[in-house]
């Protein structure tokens, strides 16, 4: 293995001490990808023999982004690679180890719009009220369904819950880049809530202040509840499959169809730019017809007749 010139800090070791300096204020699961992209940089950088931080020029991150989408890496993922590269050259820069950024000049494949589709309201409803075994692990099943889809939360969001985090009618969860926000929580939701907390103590030890945990007691991990949210589907014959982030997605379309209030919909989904839930969602194209045809003034107007045409005919 190549080591870095004499004097000089790795590749390997800046980008332990970007990632440390990224976990103060990022959520893990964005640190954690940062750390997969660049453990992958610094594989490529490696195989070429370069250690230097100085020598990642636009040319050899081009070369980088290149063999990832030469091995099938989606659009997507190189998107993301390429985000990961520039936060870590603004952190050289700051470090006084690059000049400027490089990534600037670098482009990745255009990723394809797709839109997670919204699951039918009655389809959802039905899969929501048919009813579990009553067991501890079946009412907390059925408390992160009714708080996933009550209230918009992201996977993490919910994983992160504690017992302090719920007040009556709301609840507050932590969104992306540390920010708080506090959302409502509907009847049905409060409901299976109130169960659950009345059977939590027969899995979760006193000190445990993770709100939704498993079979050993400990808080439950965003794995275990998309798998469990996959079993729930088939279980209870769901004909499609079920996620978290779909669920968020139908608790937006199904709001935003009923309110048309898209300020709302982006302070409930905690995103900072409304572009972001103009892109998230999407209103029900009957339903927009439909809402056209009785609000617009020349919607269902008869159109005059032109000039010549006998009236009478």
């Known amino acids: 293995m190549a080591e870095a010139p004499l004097g000089k800090v790795s590749i390997a070791k800046h980008s332990n001490g970007f990632l440390a300096a990224l976990a103060s204020h990022a959520s893990p699961a964005t640190v954690e990808a940062y750390r997969h992209d660049l453990a992958a940089l610094c594989a490529f950088t490696e195989r070429r023999e370069v250690t230097d931080p100085a020598a990642l020029d636009t040319a050899l991150l081009r070369a980088f982004l290149g063999s990832e989408r030469s091995r099938g890496l989606a659009p997507r993922s190189l998107a993301r690679r390429r985000a990961a590269l520039s936060k870590f050259a603004d952190y050289l820069v700051k470090q006084g180890v690059l000049a400027d950024n490089p990534v600037g000049l670098l482009r990745t494949p255009k990723q394809p719009s797709h839109l997670p589709r919204p699951v039918d ?64 929580v509907g009847r049905r939701a409060q409901q299976a809530l109130v169960e659950w907390l009345g059977c939590r103590s027969a899995l979760a030890p006193v000190d445990e202040l993770a709100l939704f945990v498993g079979q050993r007691g400990t808080r439950l991990g965003h794995r275990a509840i998309q798998k469990r949210l996959a079993q729930l589907s088939l279980a209870r014959g769901l004909p499609e499959h079920l996620h978290p982030h779909r669920l968020r997605h139908s608790f937006a379309s199904h709001l935003l169809e009923s309110s048309q209030d898209l300020r709302a919909v982006q302070e409930l989904l905690g995103h900072a730019n409304l572009s972001t839930t103009q892109i998230y969602t999407r209103l029900d194209w009957q339903h927009l017809a439909t809402s056209y045809d009785a609000a617009h003034p020349r919607a269902k107007r008869s159109p005059s007749p032109r000039n010549g045409e006998n009236r009478n005919k």
Do not use: C, M, W
């Open 121 to 184: 309201v009655d389809a959802l409803a039905r899969f929501l009220d048919t009813p579990h075994d009553g067991s501890p692990l079946g009412v907390r099943d059925q408390a992160i369904l009714e708080l996933f889809y009550s209230s918009g939360l992201r996977l993490a969001e919910l994983a992160a819950l504690e017992l302090g985090d719920l007040q009556n009618s709301r609840v507050r969860v932590i969104g992306k880049g540390g920010k708080p926000r506090q959302v409502p």
